[in-house]
């Protein structure tokens, strides 16, 4: 899902919503991208939406979204409080099931600590450094590795989630316009071809509230490195078929992952 989140979380919510119901095929698995729920540079609000009673809420929802309509729900991110600093928050993909249960989350291990001339961001002042990959297993068929934004430039987490069987990398983002230009869809693609996995990358598009651009072209990459599907710009949802089969039978003919050596 590409979206252009704004300041409001029951707007963002309540567009969320509406973009899944408007879909008329079913929804296998679905990924959001960074920051869903909210896009503010309002510290006050920021430390507000941190808070358990917020986003025990949001987090309420999500499950019976996920509940309603049958299928796996990659939260995209969300601030919650770091329990370990007060002063800090964590960035945080939840998942959950189609039974609507919670049943893993990811924190944001890279953080955007640039100076791009243009713009500057310093995530690290309020987020606090994830330590710890996290993946689940949609079945015995496929196993996701999570990831948010700019874990995307390491590819050495992705190396990881391949040595441990996953076939799909979620990455929600919000990339600027200056860096999705010109790194969004070739580091997407050598993440896809190297490891030989899917790559679902859902994306922040357009003006935001707050100020910012951000770079949409959300798009979802084969293991061969082909785009299947990709939304440039606005709101909504992109789909495709993964093939277990043509995955399989990439691996056998072009078994890269077996040929690698430690240096």
Known sequence: ?????????????????????????????????????????????????????????IFTFFEALAKQFQCWLIAGSLRIQD???SEKHLNHCPVFSPQG???????KIHLFDVDLGSE????????SAGTAPQSFDVNHDWKVGLSICYDLRFPEL?????????????????????????????????????NQAYVLAAGQVGSHTDGRKTFGHSKIISPWGETLAELKQGEGIISAKLD????????????????????
């Open 244 to 263: 277990l089969d043509e995955l399989n039978s990439l691996k056998k003919r072009m078994p890269v992952l077996q040929h690698r050596r430690e240096l």
């Open 83 to 85: 329990k370990q600093h």
């Open 158 to 194: 992705y190396r990881l989630y391949s040595q441990q069987g996953c076939n799909i990398f979620s990455i929600p983002a919000a990339f600027t316009v200056p860096t999705g230009k010109v790194h969004w869809d070739i580091l997407l693609k050598a993440r896809a071809i190297e």
């Open 101 to 107: 249960k919670l049943v893993n989350g990811y924190d």
């Open 1 to 57: 899902m590409q979206l252009n989140s704004s300041d409001n979380i029951e707007d963002n919510l309540h567009k969320i919503e509406g973009l899944m119901a408007a879909q008329t095929q079913n929804i296998d698995l679905l990924v959001l991208p960074e920051n869903a729920t909210l896009i503010t540079q309002d510290k006050a609000y920021q430390h507000h939406a941190a808070q358990p009673e917020t986003y025990h809420k």
């Open 120 to 127: 500057s961001w310093h995530e690290s002042q309020s987020i």
